[in-house]
């Protein structure tokens, strides 16, 4: 009996942290199906977590004063998930955390973590994901966790060979299986290709991991027919290095994809990376009216700014220009910026900085700060500005020139540099994205903290909103937006939402 233990993974290209469910996942129980013909099952951290660690006691959410994350994406019993380990002969394990972020409803698990839990399971245990490369840097600024070799009887990166595209077209439909296994809402994401066109940037693992490469949209129009057959509604097309670059940035084949998932009619369609110099290329301006029409509200494009000094971009040869992010930003709010029917823009630009780069100083920080506030002046309008400090991965120009040596000569000034960005330019875009009395729909409440519950919409990079009593957990309401806090709002409730509930 084969199972998947899923300890969720976040690349600069892919997400599978609940209520993302990532393609590993998906792709190992096809390939498990298609090769054994087996069922295998399901079991996420949360899982092992609430049986080796919480003595098997399923919290009950709704009495919960503060929600645990870490116990919250539980698949089934602790009595089921014991009886399932005691017949498992094959663990395949899933982990991988490159790009660490905040997550609201889970706790991604490392390595150190793993072996702990795995300890006591006899199976022969496989790991796989993004940490069978590059081990898991969940805290960013420190050096990746590096692999226990010894503690896995195999670490294979192409487990079943997962990572051919011949082989994924049959296992990604088999594969749609597994969300019957899983009792929560997902968002599916979507891959269409690896690799990356332009593959320079001295801090980033996708161009080590795979040579460009893309699926045909037949595939993963397929691929999502299937996922919606098991019951899945929302689908984030985000396991690429930029949306804009699929097929080469070729019209046709992105819009026969939009075109052949939006006529599954999914409750959410969103996309998520894309290199802003791909924006502003010849076919950019028709590649956005695309995904305005086909996608879903509160749709966003991730840009991977990373640095607005030309030093530090020059020094890390990364992808895009200021000048081109700039241009890029006002293209997409030029047709992304109407409000849609969940109470969201369309479609709007966010953007993605690192820290700890090499060239950084403290001007670095400075000049950023000019071209956010040069966006705001300008009346545009940014979803989300996401800041990471970097992850000296092991085989990246970054790892071998600098390592750690700008993170640790810079450390110093980036919380009172990040506070200013969240108080000066985040909290302003806020209040313009969705102003005091907007009607936010379909808010799935999903923690408590205390007498206040919060929650997001489902989709790429959701607001999240703070609603001063507690709501029912899983069940989705109407929201209207009442304040705002640095990256969130607050709001009160004028209806049930219209979206399904929590299966
Ligand atoms: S553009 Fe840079 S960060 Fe993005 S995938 Fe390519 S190499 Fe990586």
Redo the contacts with the bound molecule.
């Keep these: 009996m084969f199972t998947i233990v899923d300890a969720y993974t976040d690349e ?2 892919g997400l599978g942290v609940p209520p993302y469910l990532g393609t590993y996942p998906r792709y190992v129980y096809g390939a498990i199906n298609e090769r054994f013909g087996e069922e295998a099952n399901y079991l996420t951290i949360d899982d092992l977590r609430l049986l080796f660690m919480h003595d098997g006691k399923a919290p009950d959410k709704e009495k919960e004063t503060v929600t645990n994350p870490w116990i919250y994406n539980l698949t089934r019993s602790s009595e089921e998930t014991a009886r399932i380990i005691r017949g498992t002969k094959e663990l395949v394990v899933i982990a991988g955390i490159q790009t660490p972020g905040k997550y609201l409803i889970a706790r991604p698990g490392t390595l150190h973590e793993l072996k702990r839990l795995l300890a006591r399971i006899k199976a022969r245990k496989v790991l796989t994901g993004p940490a069978a490369l590059a081990g898991t840097g969940l805290i960013g600024g420190k050096h990746a966790e590096s692999l226990p070799l010894d503690f896995f009887s195999s670490v294979d990166t192409d487990y079943l060979g997962i990572n051919s595209y011949d082989n994924i077209r049959e296992y990604a439909i088999k594969g749609a299986g597994i969300v019957r296994q899983i009792p929560y809402t997902i968002i599916a994401e979507l891959e269409t290709g690896r690799g ?1 066109d ?4 001295s801090f ?1 693992t ?2 080590l991991k795979s040579r460009l490469l893309f699926r045909d949209f037949h595939d993963v129009v397929r691929e999502a027919g299937a996922l919606k057959k098991a019951g899945v509604s929302h689908f984030r097309i985000g396991k690429q ?2 949306f804009y670059s699929y097929d080469g940035g070729n019209v046709h084949s992105i819009r026969s994809l939009l075109r052949g998932i939006s006529a599954l009619e999914p409750e959410v369609l969103h996309i998520d990376n894309v ?1 802003p110099v791909k924006v502003v290329s010849s076919a950019g301006e028709e590649i956005t009216k695309l995904i305005v029409s086909y996608c879903t509200p509160g749709n966003v494009a991730a840009f ?1 700014v990373e640095s607005f000094d030309s030093d530090v971009v020059r020094r890390n040869t ?2 895009s220009t200021p000048e081109i992010s700039m241009r890029a930003i006002e293209a997409v709010n030029r047709f992304g910026a109407e409000r849609g029917r969940n109470g969201m823009p369309l479609f709007l630009p966010g953007i993605n900085f690192i820290l700890g780069l090499i060239g950084e100083t403290r001007r670095t920080l400075e000049i950023n700060m000019n071209y956010l506030k040069d966006i705001l002046g300008r009346g545009l309008l940014l979803r989300r500005i996401n800041i990471r400090q970097v992850v000296p991965f092991p085989g990246t120009r970054l790892e071998a020139e600098a390592g750690t040596k700008f993170l640790r000569k810079n450390r110093r000034y980036y919380y009172s540099w990040r506070m200013r960005v969240r108080r000066e330019i985040d909290y302003e875009m806020l209040k313009r994205i969705v102003p005091e009395g907007t009607i936010l729909r379909d808010v799935r409440a999903e923690v408590y903290d205390g007498r206040r519950t919060f929650g997001r919409q489902l989709g790429t990079y959701p607001l999240t909103v703070g609603v001063n009593e507690r709501l029912e957990l899983g069940r989705f309401y109407d929201i209207r937006v009442i304040g705002h806090m640095l990256r969130s709002v607050t709001g009160e409730v004028v209806g049930e939402g219209s979206s399904q509930h929590e299966k």
């Design positions: 600069p290209s990356c332009i593959g320079k940037c980033c996708e161009p290095s930029c290199n991977g990364l992808n």
